[in-house]
């Protein structure tokens, strides 16, 4: 059974091209892949992420019990802060990634599509005696993602208020009486905010943003785009380069997710010991295509094996995998995200993929490939 957006019948009436991925109906795009992509790398996109799991938890331990179990600091962010964390296992490999939203009386765990029911069996297992109360909030209100460098002027015209500055920084706001949930997703990369807004109200929000906005302003972006945007970004999603199978030092996010200061969680001992000794094996890789020309179908897949050397010479031995690929419309090549032995991540590797359509030679790059 195909899971749909509570949107999809409203975007249908924009004019929307929808594909299948991993159980849902999501709009592809608006006009083409290109023109959404265009809109929100250069102006100001908005795109429909309902798809996305939220998990709530209450109760006076709720903040303690996440502190104790993921990889930051949960402790120490005050109501409307926030953080992306990991949920590892004792072997430091990565169980869930997530944002956490720390509001007065809950916290909100926003997470990949379909990753929320994986999540609460295990908060549920690791709960003993705490007073936690979990539940489900998934599809609850529908959420909707701003980016783009024109989205905070857009916003500050759309609320006539401050604009929220401080990555992860959440805010209770009204408009039109309408109750929404404002998170600050912007980073030295991109300018992206999120809403939650209540089901019922979604579609008259969203017009009131399309029409408030000049003839170059916002508008509609589908998955596509954000799919090449967030790759071109190198940013990384759980169940695409993100699995059971991968240590968090291999992601290159343990900066970012991980806490040096706040001491034991699971897998903890594990992230310290490579940080400290520079065990690492592998680690997420760049890699950009050196045909001039690809289609899609073209593209390596999930799971293509790279080896070392050149497509011209014999081919060496396999040094990692293909986990994602598009077709990069700022670069004009074909690129890739891929696990590689650490001896070969350095950028300007030549290396040569092993696909269904042959033998791509490819570089390795430095992430982000595009800021």
């Not at 608006?30 to 209450?58: H, M, N, Q, T, V």
């Not at 997530?98 to 709960?127: A, C, W």
């Not at 489900?136 to 460098?149: K, R, V």
């Not at 897998?267 to 950009?288: C, D, F, M």
């Amino acid at each position: 059974m195909i899971n749909e957006l509570p949107l999809n019948p409203f975007w249908k009436k924009r004019g929307c091209v929808f594909k299948e991925e991993r159980g849902w109906r999501l709009p592809a795009f608006f006009e083409s892949p290109e023109a959404d992509y265009r809109k929100a790398a250069e102006r100001c996109g908005i795109s429909d992420l309902s798809f996305r799991g939220k998990i709530e938890l209450r109760g006076k331990d709720r903040v303690s019990f996440l502190h104790n179990l993921l990889t930051h600091d949960i402790q120490n962010l005050a109501p409307g802060g926030g953080c992306r964390a990991m949920l590892l296992n004792a072997a430091g490999k990565i169980l869930a990634d997530m944002n956490v939203h720390i509001f007065e009386d809950s916290v909100l765990l926003d997470t990949e599509m379909g990753l929320q029911k994986k999540l609460l069996d295990l908060l549920d297992r690791y709960l003993i005696t705490e007073d936690v109360r979990i539940s489900d909030q998934s599809g609850a209100c529908i959420h909707l993602s701003l980016q783009g460098p024109e989205t905070a002027s857009v916003l500050r015209n759309f609320f006539q208020t401050q604009i929220l500055a401080r990555p992860f920084q959440n805010a209770s706001l009204l408009f039109d009486s309408i109750p929404l949930i404002f998170f600050c997703l912007t980073d030295p990369i991109k300018t992206e905010y999120q809403f939650l807004i209540p089901k019922e109200k979604a579609v008259y929000v969203i017009e009131k943003i399309l029409a408030g906005g000049e003839k170059n302003g916002p508008g509609l972006t589908g998955c596509d785009a954000a799919e090449i945007l967030r790759l071109e970004r190198g940013e990384l999603r759980y169940g695409w380069e993100m699995s059971e199978d991968i240590l968090l030092p291999e992601t290159g996010l343990e900066d970012l997710t991980a806490s040096e200061t706040k001491g034991c969680y699971p897998g903890q001992e594990v992230v310290a010991r490579i940080r400290t000794y520079k065990g690492l094996k592998r680690k997420i890789t760049g890699l950009i295509l050196n045909e001039e020309k690809f289609r899609t179908d073209q593209l390596p897949a999930s799971g293509d094996r790279i080896c070392a050397g050149e497509t011209n010479s014999e081919t060496g031995k396999e040094i990692g995998r293909i986990a994602t690929s598009c077709l990069s419309i700022r670069l004009k090549k074909g690129i890739a995200l891929g696990y590689l032995e650490k001896g070969f991540a350095d950028p300007g590797e030549e290396v040569t993929i092993q696909s269904a359509s042959g033998k791509i030679s490819a570089r390795t790059a430095a992430l982000p490939f595009v800021l």
